[in-house]
């Protein structure tokens, strides 16, 4: 708050006034002897209209300034800030008023550091969901907590720093072919109809005009698979701990290896849980991959046809040739 004694009525030792305290007597006493000097000489400025400080609250914030910083500017309380920008406050005293207004607009953050428009942060975050990241992970990764990363997703502010915007980025470029195992991120992209990595160009994706490119099948369809991720598996490149989370994808990596490779060889091509546990855990795999494929209606890859029968073979078939002669 603003520490100004001709508003105070309170010692420094309370809140509010307090009856019987000296220090509040006092104080209480000093401001209506301003006051009583302010009105006679036409000076006297007290509860004034809002509306300047909540447009110049509203520049501050299209600058990228936050609420908190704006308080910790001009020594307001951040509670009185967030109140004015919502309308919820209609008069306050003048010298807030004077306190706010005296902030400069300008397009540089409260530390120092510029400021960038967020909708390619947000952008970024939102694939990333799409491809089942979890916000939980996001935050781990960029070292920051929950909130935050949900608010740059919905793009609560229309600015960030930059050393934030490159640090999104950076998370971006490392995670955007790396799919996630949390499907319930999935859905919830599905349900907004956030783009995944592959609707969005390098070059425009901080481009307020640019659209997310969508191909033939829908990206965010919780029910389809992802061509890219099924591609990856199958060339040995994600395990099946990677692609579990979206079982479209699992499906029809599944369904793809079983062409040329058998449940045994689809478990350890996967690296399926347990499959490197030993003869137990080799067969474990083998069954999952076999009940899989059972369930999903995928046929098991068909074996080689003998170029030359078996000599065991040919002996049995002459045999029963003569015993026809």
Same mark, same amino acid.
Do not use: K
């Given at each position: 708050? !603003?520490? #100004? %004694? =001709?508003?105070?009525?309170?010692? #420094?030792?309370?809140?509010?006034?307090?009856?019987?305290?000296? +220090?509040? *007597?006092?104080?209480? /006493?000093?401001? +209506?002897?301003?006051?009583?000097? +302010?009105?006679?000489?036409?000076?006297?400025?007290?509860?004034? #209209?809002?509306?300047?400080?909540?447009?110049?609250?509203?520049?501050?914030?299209?600058?990228?300034w936050t609420g908190r910083g704006i308080g910790a500017a001009? =020594?307001? =309380?951040?509670?009185?800030?967030h109140r004015l920008r919502a309308g919820v406050v209609t008069q306050i005293h003048s010298q807030t008023l004077k306190a706010i207004l005296a902030v400069p607009v300008s397009?540089?953050?409260? @530390?120092?550091?510029?400021?960038?428009? /967020?909708?390619?942060?947000?952008?970024?975050?939102?694939?990333?969901? /799409?491809? +089942?990241h979890p916000v939980a992970k996001l935050a781990s990764e960029l070292g920051v907590d929950v909130q935050s990363v949900r608010r740059w997703r919905q793009q609560r502010f229309p600015h960030i720093i930059t050393p934030r915007h490159r640090a999104i980025a950076a998370l971006y470029e490392r995670l955007a072919t790396v799919p996630g195992a949390c499907e319930r991120s999935r859905a919830y992209a599905a349900?907004?109809?956030?783009?995944?990595?592959? /609707?969005?160009?390098?070059? @425009?994706?901080? #481009?307020?005009?640019? *659209?997310? %490119?969508?191909? =033939?099948?829908?990206? @965010?369809?919780?029910?389809?698979?992802?061509?890219?991720?099924?591609?990856?598996?199958?060339?040995?490149?994600?395990?099946?701990?990677? !692609?579990a989370g979206h079982r479209p994808d699992l499906v029809e990596t599944v369904r793809r290896l079983a062409t040329r490779m058998t449940d045994q060889q689809i478990a350890d091509h996967l690296r399926w849980p347990g499959a490197d546990d030993?003869?137990?855990?080799?067969?474990?795999g083998q069954n999952a991959v076999n009940q899989l494929r059972n369930r999903e209606g995928i046929p098991a890859m068909p074996k080689p046809a003998l170029a030359v029968p078996h000599p065991s073979t040919r002996i049995r078939r002459d045999r029963r040739a003569r015993q026809a002669a």
């Open positions: 708050m !603003i520490h #100004d %004694q =001709s508003r105070r009525i309170t010692c #420094d030792d309370h809140s509010r006034y307090t009856a019987g305290c000296r +220090g509040c *007597q006092h104080r209480a /006493a000093a401001r +209506g002897r301003a006051r009583t000097r +302010g009105l006679a000489y036409g000076t006297w400025e007290g509860i004034v #209209d809002a509306a300047p400080a909540r447009r110049h609250i509203a520049e501050l914030t299209a600058a990228g001009a =020594s307001v =309380s951040r509670s009185v800030i397009r540089r953050h409260p @530390t120092g550091h510029d400021v960038v428009n /967020a909708i390619g942060a947000a952008r970024r975050l939102q694939a990333l969901t /799409a491809i +089942g349900r907004r109809g956030w783009a995944g990595p592959m /609707a969005w160009d390098d070059d @425009t994706i901080d #481009d307020p005009e640019a *659209q997310p %490119q969508f191909g =033939s099948e829908e990206p @965010t369809d919780p029910d389809a698979y992802d061509p890219i991720t099924v591609g990856l598996a199958v060339d040995g490149r994600l395990t099946h701990a990677q !692609i030993g003869p137990i855990g080799r067969t474990r």
